[in-house]
C-alpha cells in the first residue's frame, strides 16, 4: 500500500493525526485545516493520494457533508475518519461511505497510535480485497430478456448450486441452500442478479420456481444413492405466493419425486410486502401442514421482520449477512442479534447465522446461542456432484476443529 496520505483537519485533532502519521512513517503531501479548503486541495491533485486522513469535528462542516461531497468528486483514494468516539456513528459513517460509492473508508476513535495502525490495518484489508475488481476494464453484467430466460430454461441451461449449513456447536451437516446459476452459451455462468429482475418482469417466476425444485429434487434423490440424505432449501419469490395454485402443483411434484416433504424446506424472503397476503398465508400453511419447513430469510434487512414472525408458521429464521459479518467488532449489535437468536428460541424456531466469513464472526454468533452458520468460511457454493465429497473432507475438518480444542 502507498504511504502518502492528505491530513484535513481542525484543532488539536488535526495536530494529534498529523504527529501520529509522521510516527507511523506516513508521507504527508498535503494539509488543510477546514472542510472546504480540504476538498480543494484534494482536486489540485493529478493523482490522488494512497489516503485521506479526516477528522470528525471540521470547523465549517460536518463530516456527513463533507463524504458526501467527496463523493462528487473523481477522487478515489482510501477515508479514515478519525476523533469519532461513538461506534455506533463510526459505523454509520463507514455504511455512509460505501452507500455513496467511496471505495474504502475506516473510522476510527480518538487519535492514537494504536487507534491509526488498527485503521491502516483495516485499509489495507479492504484494498485487498477490492484489488480484483480494478483489474481490467469494468465490465456491466449481462441482461438477458426474458425470451432468452425461456428458452435457457427449456433447453436446461440452468442448475442449481449449494451452500451448506452447519451446526455452531458440533459443526454437523444440517442442509444446505440450494442457489441457482445459468450456464449461458454465450456470457458463462450467470447468478440470479443477471436474470432474476427480468424473469420476475417477463412472468417466468412460476416456471422458474418449478424448474428449480424439480432440480433440487432430482439432486436429492442422486444424493440418496450416495448415502447423502440431506435437508434442501428453495427460494420462493414473494410473485410466487401469489399464484393460487401453487401450493398444489409443489405438493404434486414433491409426491411424485419420493422425496419426503420434510427433506424440502422453503425460503421466503422478507425484501419487500406480500402484496396478496390471503393466498400467500393459504399457500404456506398448506406447505406447512405438508411437512415442509418455512424460512425467513434475510431476517433485519427488509420488510416488517416481527410481523412476518407473527402470520407465518416458520420454523428456520436465517439473520442477514450484514447484521452477522463483523458483528463482534460492532458493539451496538450485540443486542439486536441476542434479542433475534433469543426470539427464535422462545418461538422454537432454527436460528441461522449467514455471512459467516472468518472464525471471529464464528465464535460470536456461538457465543450468542445461534444454531446454524452458513458462509465462505464453511463454504462457497458448490455443484451437487460435488456436495457429498466435501461432506467427507468436512468430517475430518471437524475431527481436526475438535482435536485442537481439547488441545486447549
Known sequence: ???????????????????????????????????????????????????????????????????????????????VVCDLACVRLRDTVMLLASSLGLPVCVAA???????????????????????????????LLPQPDAVDIRSGLLRGEFELYYQPKISLTDRGLRGVEALLRWNHPRHGLLSPASFLHQAEEGGLVDLLTMTVLQMALDDCQAWSAQGLRVPVSVNLSPLALTNVHLAAQIIDTVGKSGVPPSRIAF???????????????????KLRLQGHRLSLD?????????????????SEMKIDKRLVHGAWKRPHLDPLLRQAIGSARELGIVSVAEGIECWDDWLFMRSLGCDLAQGYLIARPMP??????????RRQWRKSCNDIKKAA
Not at 110 to 124: I, N, R
Not at 272 to 280: F, V
Not at 300 to 309: D, K, P, T, Y
Open 1 to 79: 500500500m502507498k504511504r502518502e496520505v492528505i491530513i484535513v483537519g481542525h484543532g488539536r485533532s488535526e495536530g494529534q493525526v498529523h504527529t501520529l502519521c509522521q510516527q507511523l512513517d506516513l508521507s504527508i503531501v498535503g494539509s488543510a485545516s477546514s472542510g472546504a479548503a480540504g476538498l480543494e486541495l484534494i482536486e489540485t491533485y493529478a493523482e490522488a493520494p494512497a489516503m485521506i486522513m479526516v477528522c470528525a469535528s471540521l470547523p465549517d462542516m460536518d463530516i456527513a457533508d463533507w463524504l458526501l461531497a467527496l463523493s462528487m468528486s473523481e477522487c478515489r483514494a482510501a477515508v
Open 109 to 139: 476513535g480518538v487519535p492514537t497510535l494504536e487507534s491509526l495502525q488498527a485503521a491502516l490495518a483495516e485499509v489495507a484489508r479492504q484494498l485487498a480485497q477490492e484489488a480484483p475488481a480494478r483489474r481490467g476494464p469494468h465490465l
Open 267 to 285: 425460503e421466503i424472503t422478507e425484501y419487500s410486502e406480500i402484496d396478496d397476503l390471503a393466498t400467500a398465508l393459504h399457500t404456506l400453511l
Open 298 to 314: 434475510d431476517y433485519g434487512a427488509g420488510h416488517a421482520s416481527v410481523l412476518q414472525l407473527s402470520r407465518i408458521p416458520f
Open 384 to 393: 451437487a456432484a460435488q456436495l457429498p465429497g466435501w461432506r467427507l473432507d
